[in-house]
């Protein structure tokens, strides 16, 4: 495996890897890898001869008060589970490289950045749109590949990429790849390590209320009273807050009052300790 950690580098390395084997797969990560990133990788495998994973703990997604400090960094780490992967080229640029002294550019989405995560999480999906708009332009990949927890950012980036007329990637060829889950249910995240021993416990119930107000709601549930009763039970677990927990057109991300024939998720945003957890699961109607 190939590491850069300059543009000139990057490019370098993947015109040469381009012109040797053809098309090439992205996967954007902050690192901190485990079981759901390297799912990304094997997918980008399955559609691209060559690989290129990016590994760069982003500021601009982080608020003021949120953890871009303690973020967990592991790079040795991760390289080692990268290249037992069989992938290609790791992009890991230091921060200069990504926004140099006077950058003033900002990627905005408008509307889908604006609720759920973006409304507890102003200016996060601004930051994401940018960075990944730059790490589209410095890989020029063919497919770009995003697990499906982190669906909302999904839906930003399809919809960066069709109002700017991306060609490397089109929206077409940005994938999503479900949800890795641990034997509890729990979806896995760089962000679970910082859970206690008993908030690791208790943080279970967050996907076992979902399942049991996904299933209720296709049976005919009314929303509003199961998505209540969903909040309650989370805080009646020991999750501190719920950010938000609501059902929305899996397309719009508009919220719905019932489910009709257009594909409907729930989704959560709730803290536990000092740890914020996201999960979405679909409504199965009919």
């Known amino acids: 495996m190939q590491t850069a950690n300059r543009l000139p580098e990057l490019r370098a390395a993947v015109d040469s890897l381009r012109g ?17 990133h390297l799912s990304l990788v ?18 601009t997604q982080f608020g003021p008060n949120e953890d871009l400090a303690a973020y967990p960094r592991q790079i040795e780490e991760d ?30 989405v408008g509307g889908l950045s604006e609720r759920l995560c973006g409304a507890s999480r102003p200016g996060h999906f601004d930051g994401v749109a940018t960075v990944v708009a730059k790490l589209f332009n410095q890989v020029r990949p063919d497919w770009a590949v995003f697990g499906e927890k982190d669906w909302q ?46 908030d690791r416990q208790r943080a279970a119930a967050l996907p076992r209320l979902m399942r049991d107000a996904a299933a209720a709601i296709a049976q005919g549930a009314p929303v509003t009273e199961t998505v209540d009763r969903l909040s309650q039970g989370l805080l009646g677990e020991g999750f501190a807050r719920v ?3 609501e059902i929305a057109d899996a397309t719009t991300l508009q919220p719905l ?13 709730a803290r536990i300790g000092g740890t914020r957890l996201i ?7 009919g």
């Open 79 to 108: 390289a080692r589970l990268l290249r037992a992967e069989g992938v290609d080229l790791l992009w890991a640029p230091p921060t200069d490289e990504v926004y140099p002294e006077g950058f003033a550019t900002k990627v905005s």
């Open 257 to 269: 009052g019932a489910v009709g024939s257009a594909p409907a998720r729930l989704f959560v945003a």
């Open 42 to 59: 094997r997918e980008a495998r399955r559609r691209a001869p060559v690989v290129v994973v990016s590994i760069f703990v982003n500021p």
């Open 243 to 245: 950010d938000y927990a």
């Open 153 to 198: 950012q999904l839906a930003v980036i399809r919809r960066m990429a069709r109002d700017l007329d991306l060609s490397q990637p089109s929206a077409e060829r940005i994938l999503g790849v479900p949800i890795v889950r641990e034997a509890d249910g729990l979806a896995m995240s760089s962000r679970n390590r910082y859970l206690s021993t008993d």
């Open 279 to 285: 999960d979405n699961v679909a409504i199965e109607n």
């Open 20 to 36: 040797a084997r053809g098309e090439v797969a992205l996967v954007p990560t902050m690192g901190a890898l485990h079981e759901g």
